[in-house]
Nanobody
Framework: QVQLVESGGGLVQPGGSLRLSCAAS????????MHWYRQAPGKQRELVAS???????KYFDAVKGRFIISRDNAKNTVSLQMNSLNLYDTAVYYC??????????????WGQGTQVTVSS
């Protein structure tokens, strides 16, 4: 059984910063790509940032230059440093990991989500 647990969400003023973290645990064999998605009220879930197992990163255009994704392969964790936050960043942020377990092949796993609210 695999769990992804996010932390670090909250309320922040425009222009502020937050750091999200996600830890994967369980009977994990290999973690491949890790991602952060977000879903704002009434909108579809969108990919915010990705990082490969080799450390290659990709970002959604709206967050380029403001967000930084990183990972610790030894701890199976991924983080998202969010700077210069604006109202449009308000959403539930989800951690996603493509990983294989001892019993199963490569599959995507999701965290439960953490709320980020940007408001003055």
């Amino acid at each position: 059984q695999v769990q992804l647990v996010e932390s670090g969400g909250g309320l922040v003023q425009p222009g502020g910063s937050l750091r999200l973290s996600c830890a994967a645990s369980g009977s994990i064999f290999t973690v491949y790509s890790m991602h952060w998605y977000r879903q704002a009220p009434g909108k579809q879930r969108e990919l915010v940032a990705s990082i490969s197992d080799g450390g290659i990163t990709k970002y959604f255009d709206a967050v380029k230059g403001r967000f930084i994704i990183s990972r610790d392969n030894a701890k199976n964790t991924v983080s998202l440093q969010m700077n210069s936050l604006n109202l449009y960043d308000t959403a539930v942020y989800y951690c996603n990991a493509d990983l294989s377990t001892i019993r199963a092949g490569l599959m995507p796993y999701w965290g439960q989500g953490t709320q980020v609210t940007v408001s003055s």
